[in-house]
């Protein structure tokens, strides 16, 4: 299995500064890409709502003086064991053997929700308009697009970043940029507990110690 | 889970047609007590009714029903595409045997296949529950004994009730026996929903904030789910009721599915009021629909975890 090549994205939670930039670049593209519509529900009404692949969370943890402010980026993890595929019952959701994307075909999805009940990160939406599953191509269309100069060959949500806290390549090989900061940074998978192999990976806050110990060193 | 009506249609009337089905092939297999003119102008045309219902209120669910045919296509892997090829091969086989009984015939074969059917129905609906080993509160057999014991539950009331409406059927027999087994099935299954009750208050969620966002702090706390207007992840997954609403559903599962059915057919008992049944049924079927909505709104997605705050 790891012989294969899965796509993914390593994200720094030490460098995410919670612009939104990589929510909206992603929207950007996609609603008007393969993936699209995403459709937006009373954009001008009281309480907007819309698809969306990527969300960016914000957490607060410990307590004064020892706290800090964590901007978490959630979009689906492409699993390498996903539970989300098998019990689609159309075969709409799968995952490409060639690249390990999960995508989902959206002509043959009939809008029953299962797939979304059997995420446990929450990573999928229906879009409201269209009635089907939607979530992360990791930009398909960008990534394989032979228009597109080389260097944009990313997906948006990486190319849009100001702080380069997305990193994005295959994990399965070691000598990507994305494989080398999973094992140099100790890149950790989310809910490891269901055993779902998630192919994304967050690296780990160290930044608040290393400026204390630089604070202490002057 | 934000409970969803047409499941709860769908897995209650079809349970229960399920049920009476699975009398019907027993009692005419086996005994041969049921009359052909009660099958065929009653209980036979009852059952399918409430398995075309449930057949109907399942498309509700769907954002694209006309695709709903594509669902068959998976039955390797996904539980809902075999309910889905079983449903139909369930209300076919009810139909052959409908027909069959208006000519005055009956094949043992084709009860057999209906028992077995009944039975598989009961597995695939349990398991697209049961399967999803993270929402804690379904993923185990309880699930599936407690679809197959209300809906043998429901069956056996509408059974009676049936028996009942058709006056020509009832023999003296039935008047002690349907309230007798009735009273028993209930205990049973009102044993089952406290065990379940018992279990998802003991429940330890395996997921908590520290693992869905990687950040082992033992003090950690959301201040942003990163939108204000709703999203499918805040429709879908949170019933959004208080827990007085939930406290008072369980009081009015507890004693329209279970205690008051129980009551007013001791009282059917004693004083050998068949009629007494049907009220048991009715008064069983209104509990149950808040049963099947529990089902639902009891269970706790690890995705909500991720959306605990909106700023």
Redesign the interface.
Same mark, same amino acid.
Request: glycine content about 6%; proline content about 5%.
């Given at each position: 299995m790891k012989t294969n090549k899965q796509l993914a994205l390593v994200i720094d =939670?030490n460098v995410c500064v919670g612009c939104?930039a990589c #929510?909206t670049s992603c929207k950007e593209w996609n609603t008007q890409g393969s993936a699209g519509p995403l459709t937006d529900l009373?954009a001008y009404g009281?309480?907007?709502?819309?698809?969306?692949f990527n969300?960016?969370? /914000?957490?607060?943890? !410990?307590?004064f003086p020892n706290t800090? /402010?964590?901007h978490?980026p %959630?979009s689906c993890l492409h699993c390498e064991d996903p539970?989300c #595929?098998? #019990?689609?019952?159309?075969?709409?959701s799968y995952k490409r053997a060639e690249d390990g994307i999960v995508l989902v075909d959206y002509d %043959? @999805?009939?809008?029953? %929700?299962?797939c979304?009940?059997? @995420?446990?990160? !929450?990573a999928?939406? =229906?879009d409201?308009e269209?009635?089907?599953m939607t979530k992360c191509t990791l930009c398909v269309d960008r990534i394989y697009s032979e228009t597109l100069p080389i260097s944009e060959r990313k997906p948006a949500c990486v190319l849009a970043c100001p702080t380069n806290a997305r990193l994005f390549g295959d994990v399965h090989d070691p000598e990507s940029e994305a494989s080398k900061a999973i094992a140099e940074r100790g890149g950790?998978? =989310?809910?490891?507990?269901?055993e779902t192999i998630p192919a994304n990976h967050?690296l780990?806050?160290s930044i608040t110690e290393i400026i204390a110990a630089v604070k202490d060193e002057n | 889970m934000q409970p969803n009506f047409s499941l709860v249609f769908f897995t209650t009337l079809a349970g229960m047609s399920q049920g009476l089905l699975f009398y019907i092939a027993i009692f005419k297999s086996q005994f041969n007590l049921l009359s052909n003119s009660f099958l065929t102008n009653l209980a036979l045309p009852v059952s399918f009714g409430l398995l075309i219902a449930s057949l109907l209120a399942s498309f509700f669910h769907l954002g694209h029903p006309e695709r709903a045919w594509r669902a068959a296509h998976m039955w390797r892997t996904s539980w809902l595409s075999r309910e889905v090829i079983v449903l139909p091969l369930f209300i076919t086989t009810v139909m052959l045997a409908w027909y069959f009984s208006a000519q005055d015939k009956s094949f043992l074969i084709i009860w057999l296949a209906i028992v077995i059917l009944a039975f598989l129905l009961w597995i695939c609906t349990a398991q697209i529950y049961q399967c999803i080993k993270f929402i804690q509160e379904w993923a185990h057999p309880l699930t599936f004994i407690n679809f197959l014991v209300l809906g043998l539950t429901s069956g056996w009331l509408l059974f009676g009730s049936l028996i009942w409406l058709w006056s020509d059927a009832i023999e003296d027999a039935y008047v002690k026996i349907i309230p007798a087994i009735g009273i028993v099935l209930l205990f049973i299954a009102l044993t089952i929903k406290l065990t379940i009750w018992k279990r998802n208050r003991g429940l330890k969620p395996k997921s908590n904030l520290n693992s869905a966002i990687g950040i082992p702090n033992t003090r950690i706390r959301q201040t942003s789910m990163g939108l204000m207007g709703g999203s499918f992840n805040t429709r879908e997954f949170f019933h959004n009721q208080t827990n007085l609403v939930l406290d008072n559903l369980r009081k009015i599962i507890l004693f329209g599915v279970y205690l008051f059915p129980i009551l007013i057919l001791v009282y059917a008992l004693q004083s050998s009021t068949f009629s007494a049944v049907f009220i048991a049924l009715i008064v069983h079927l209104i509990g149950l629909m808040c049963e099947r909505w529990m089902f639902f709104a009891e269970a706790n997605h690890p995705q909500n975890l991720y959306y605990q705050r909106i700023s």
């Amino acid at each position: 299995m790891k012989t294969n090549k899965q796509l993914a994205l390593v994200i720094d =939670l030490n460098v995410c500064v919670g612009c939104h930039a990589c #929510v909206t670049s992603c929207k950007e593209w996609n609603t008007q890409g393969s993936a699209g519509p995403l459709t937006d529900l009373h954009a001008y009404g009281e309480n907007p709502t819309g698809t969306f692949f990527n969300r960016v969370q /914000t957490y607060e943890t !410990g307590s004064f003086p020892n706290t800090e /402010t964590i901007h978490f980026p %959630k979009s689906c993890l492409h699993c390498e064991d996903p539970p989300c #595929v098998p #019990v689609c019952p159309t075969g709409a959701s799968y995952k490409r053997a060639e690249d390990g994307i999960v995508l989902v075909d959206y002509d %043959k @999805c009939i809008g029953c %929700k299962y797939c979304s009940w059997a @995420c446990p990160y !929450g990573a999928r939406e =229906l879009d409201e308009e269209r009635q089907v599953m939607t979530k992360c191509t990791l930009c398909v269309d960008r990534i394989y697009s032979e228009t597109l100069p080389i260097s944009e060959r990313k997906p948006a949500c990486v190319l849009a970043c100001p702080t380069n806290a997305r990193l994005f390549g295959d994990v399965h090989d070691p000598e990507s940029e994305a494989s080398k900061a999973i094992a140099e940074r100790g890149g950790y998978a =989310l809910m490891p507990e269901w055993e779902t192999i998630p192919a994304n990976h967050y690296l780990p806050r160290s930044i608040t110690e290393i400026i204390a110990a630089v604070k202490d060193e002057n | 889970m934000q409970p969803n009506f047409s499941l709860v249609f769908f897995t209650t009337l079809a349970g229960m047609s399920q049920g009476l089905l699975f009398y019907i092939a027993i009692f005419k297999s086996q005994f041969n007590l049921l009359s052909n003119s009660f099958l065929t102008n009653l209980a036979l045309p009852v059952s399918f009714g409430l398995l075309i219902a449930s057949l109907l209120a399942s498309f509700f669910h769907l954002g694209h029903p006309e695709r709903a045919w594509r669902a068959a296509h998976m039955w390797r892997t996904s539980w809902l595409s075999r309910e889905v090829i079983v449903l139909p091969l369930f209300i076919t086989t009810v139909m052959l045997a409908w027909y069959f009984s208006a000519q005055d015939k009956s094949f043992l074969i084709i009860w057999l296949a209906i028992v077995i059917l009944a039975f598989l129905l009961w597995i695939c609906t349990a398991q697209i529950y049961q399967c999803i080993k993270f929402i804690q509160e379904w993923a185990h057999p309880l699930t599936f004994i407690n679809f197959l014991v209300l809906g043998l539950t429901s069956g056996w009331l509408l059974f009676g009730s049936l028996i009942w409406l058709w006056s020509d059927a009832i023999e003296d027999a039935y008047v002690k026996i349907i309230p007798a087994i009735g009273i028993v099935l209930l205990f049973i299954a009102l044993t089952i929903k406290l065990t379940i009750w018992k279990r998802n208050r003991g429940l330890k969620p395996k997921s908590n904030l520290n693992s869905a966002i990687g950040i082992p702090n033992t003090r950690i706390r959301q201040t942003s789910m990163g939108l204000m207007g709703g999203s499918f992840n805040t429709r879908e997954f949170f019933h959004n009721q208080t827990n007085l609403v939930l406290d008072n559903l369980r009081k009015i599962i507890l004693f329209g599915v279970y205690l008051f059915p129980i009551l007013i057919l001791v009282y059917a008992l004693q004083s050998s009021t068949f009629s007494a049944v049907f009220i048991a049924l009715i008064v069983h079927l209104i509990g149950l629909m808040c049963e099947r909505w529990m089902f639902f709104a009891e269970a706790n997605h690890p995705q909500n975890l991720y959306y605990q705050r909106i700023s």
